[in-house]
């Protein structure tokens, strides 16, 4: 169960994603009518689906931003999962729950307690929501695994082209004996690089961990810098940040590889895959096809 919850998921939220529960929601109280709307007339219950209806789609739509400025971290949409999905739905249900509590207290012709009625409210909010939820879910890890693999598949391809191989094989153009210079942030020169011999680079809160080829091997050098001072002497033909913590060299892209969430670089001779943010993607892509 552990692992199905932490499997990547999109982060999806979008015009659809109040429309499709608010209309869900709509149809279900004029047809069905349950619970408290079953003792309405047509014209009446069609009033209250719309009220409801409209409180339904305000609390999708204020909710998930206004979670997103409070929690930035859990928020992170690079790191999403299924479970943190999840965890997000119910919080918007239980907000949900609570703002039609308190129409239907207002509406209320009965002495009905207001625990009664935050309970009644919750069952009849989880009950009409809980398949489309169930649905909402499955049908977005499919989709966008679906639709993530085949960008991947394709970027691969490309990589794979007779013009790829070419480019994968060209060094950067230096000067013989040219260095690229690594400095710390007080501008000490840590590292006396070939390009062609930067891997790539991952920012770890104030420092950089510079992977490079020394002789046959992969080092690692932790230096204190931020990713904006060191990109600055980057060659950006070559190299491509494709997440807020990943610089790599365009030259070691062997692979792309996708899930729900994401795509992700293989490097040449590097074990773990470089994640692509989604903000990266056109960019990445672009990057790739030589556009």
């Known amino acids: 169960m552990i692992s199905i919850l932490n499997k990547p998921h999109p982060f999806i939220f979008n015009k659809f994603s109040v429309l499709v529960p608010s209309a869900i929601t709509f149809l279900l109280i004029l047809l069905l009518a349950p619970s408290y709307f079953q003792n309405l007339e047509p014209i009446e219950r069609g009033v209250a689906a719309f009220f409801t209806t409209l409180l339904v789609g305000l609390c999708i739509r204020l909710s998930v931003p206004l979670l997103k400025k409070l929690l930035p971290t859990a928020m ?3 790191d999403w999962t299924i479970g943190k999905e999840i965890l997000l739905i119910l919080s918007v249900v239980c907000i949900m729950i609570i703002a039609i509590s308190v129409l239907l207290f207002v509406l209320r012709d009965n002495e009905e307690t207001v625990v009664a009625l935050v309970f009644k409210t919750a069952s009849l909010t989880i009950g009409i929501s ?4 169930i649905i909402t879910v499955l049908f977005e890890q499919y989709h966008h695994q679906k ?6 598949t394709s970027l691969t391809t490309y990589l794979a082209t007779e013009n790829k ?17 690594i400095k710390s942030d007080n501008q000490n020169i840590e590292l006396r690089l070939d390009p062609n011999d930067l891997i790539f680079m991952k920012s770890d809160g104030n420092y950089m961990e510079v992977y490079y080829h020394d002789m046959d091997d992969i080092k690692t050098k932790l230096i204190r810098n931020t990713m904006k001072s060191i990109t600055a002497v980057l060659p950006n033909t070559s190299f491509l940040r494709c997440h807020k913590s990943f610089i790599v060299n365009g030259n070691y892209i062997i692979k792309v590889e996708g899930n729900a969430r994401n795509l992700e670089l293989k490097l040449k ?4 895959n470089i994640p692509v ?9 672009k990057f790739l096809e030589g556009n």
């Open 130 to 133: 809980i398949f489309p939820i």
């Open 269 to 272: 001779g590097v074990a773990t």
């Open 277 to 285: 943010s989604r903000a990266k993607v056109k960019e990445v892509s």
């Open 76 to 78: 992170n949409e690079d």
């Open 165 to 181: 191989k070419l480019r994968a094989t060209t060094r950067i153009s230096s000067q013989p004996g040219e260095k690229l210079l």
């Open 147 to 152: 639709l993530q693999v085949k960008k991947a």
